[in-house]
């Protein structure tokens, strides 16, 4: 699988359509710990079915700044303000033309990863995870 890290943030196409030809050859995937950050722009989301790209993007949504809660409590610092009311990514998915799957229990992983494998196009993996196991 393809990991696109938090820094990331040059030329966001280049790096979904370079992702996108690595799925086509061999059946890579994007994943990314920062769902609010993949939704910000809804351009790559339109884009991506425009051009029905058959990305599969893994987002990890644990609704919080990960790594502002870690360094903090690397810091020895109480967790302090970084808990995030997250949207439901697969829905706002779908509302973009997308596929949505959301994940919401572990023994739904295996069902979610095999549908978005199967589907043509841009499919978003919606994947709660719990903020406290950073």
């Not at 820094?7 to 050859?25: D, R």
């Not at 973009?96 to 994940?103: D, K």
């Amino acid at each position: 699988m393809a990991y696109a890290d938090q820094q990331m943030s040059g030329n966001k196409i280049t790096a979904l359509i370079v992702v996108a030809l690595l799925h086509v050859v061999v059946g890579y995937a994007l994943i990314s710990g920062l769902a609010y950050s993949a939704f910000k722009k809804i351009k790559e989301v339109t884009t991506a079915v425009k051009y029905c790209i058959p990305i599969r993007h893994v987002l990890l949504v644990n609704g919080a700044l990960g790594k502002i809660t870690q360094e903090q409590r690397a810091g020895e610092y109480d967790v302090w303000q970084t808990a995030l009311h997250n949207p439901d990514f697969a829905a706002f998915a779908e509302l973009c033309g997308a596929t949505g799957i959301r994940v919401d229990r572990r023994d739904e992983l295996d069902a979610a990863f095999a549908r978005a494998f199967a589907v043509d196009g841009p499919v978003t993996l919606a994947i709660a995870c719990d903020a406290e196991l950073i």
